[in-house]
């Protein structure tokens, strides 16, 4: 599963603990940690 600083490519990530909402839109972007909750484990 992708996790914090990683690169997964575009699409719509929900974090693992709070399933919050993350979308990439560009190849480049790395995930973000959680906005929500600070989490770093995303499915
Ligand atoms: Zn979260």
Request: aromatic share 0%; glycine share 34%; net charge neutral.
């Given at each position: 599963m992708p996790t914090t600083?990683?690169?997964?490519?575009?699409g719509t990530y929900y974090c693992k603990n709070c399933g919050q909402k993350v979308v990439l839109d560009d190849d480049s972007d790395r995930l973000p940690p959680c906005p929500k909750c600070g989490k770093t484990d995303y499915k």
């Open positions: 600083g990683e690169n997964p490519g575009k």
